[in-house]
Structures are given as C-alpha cells and as structure tokens.
C-alpha cells in the first residue's frame, strides 16, 4: 500500500518536499510532505500500517458525515474538509489537495475583494433583490395575504 508516506524519506528521517511545490519567490511556509505519525510508530512497519488504516477509517467517517450534511443541515463542507485534514496528517495525496484548495480559496477571495468584481456583485444582488420584490407585490397584490389556517376558528 503506497500512501506517499515512506519512501521519500532521508538519511535523517525527514521528509522531502514535492519540488513542483516550492514557491519561486523563497517562501517555505508550507509543511513538507509526508506522514506525521509519532517517530516510534514510524519505526515499526506493522504499527505504522495500522496507525495508517486508523487514520484512514476516522477521516473517511468524518467526510461521511460531511457528506450526508450537505442536503441535512449542517456545515458539510467544513466537516468534509476536517476530514481532508484528518487524512493529511498521514498520506500526500490529502495534502496535495488541501494545498490546492487552499490556494484556490485564497485566490477567490482576493478576486473577489477586487474594487470591480465587489461592485458587480452588489449591483447584481441589488436587481435581483428588486426582481423579487417587485414578483412578491404582484402576487400580494393579485392573491393577497392570507393564512394557511383560520386563527379566529379556534
């Protein structure tokens, strides 16, 4: 089983870092690759697998229930990225991912702080807000407002 997370290690047990990964402009902020599992459950391959699996189980329930609270209320998103997270403690491929995804996020929200795109958006909202309310007068003002149930009756 190739989790990424032995193989890439030195002579000195640390763990190299992808080289598609390193910034140009020398910011090494990111965390290098690889399991971050306890140097003793490293050294042992029986109780690294099995810390593995375990890791792999708890992530995999937390992006379940993330799943499952996407239709249900809920903070779907955030839980299945928890578990993205719970796997990144242990394999490349979930930290490959939320570098990503962190990247893409940063770069939506400076996008989206831009001068231009925040005046489109407002503009947007305000027709479509007056859309509504202009559809919400037609039909008060063709049906008017009445309740479901009669209070008075009871």
Do not use: C
Request: net charge positive.
């Amino acid at each position: 089983m190739n989790t990424g997370s032995s193989g890439t290690e030195g002579a000195s047990g640390e763990v190299a870092v992808a080289s598609e990964e390193a910034k140009p402009d020398g910011a090494g902020s990111e965390q290098p690759l690889g399991s971050r599992a306890p140097e003793f459950v490293k050294r042992r391959r029986a109780l690294h697998l099995s810390w593995q699996v375990g890791v792999f189980v708890i992530g995999l329930a937390v992006v379940a229930a993330g799943i499952v609270m996407l239709p249900l209320p809920g903070p779907g998103w955030v839980v299945i990225f928890g578990g993205m997270a719970i796997w990144a403690t242990e394999f490349v491929w979930a930290q490959l991912v939320l570098r990503w995804t962190k990247r893409k996020v940063t770069e939506a929200a400076q996008k989206a702080l831009d001068p231009k795109v925040r005046r489109r958006n407002i503009t947007l909202t305000a027709i479509g807000l007056t859309i509504v309310a202009v559809l919400v007068g037609v039909y008060l003002w063709k049906f008017g407002f009445v309740m479901p149930w009669k209070i008075e009756d009871q």
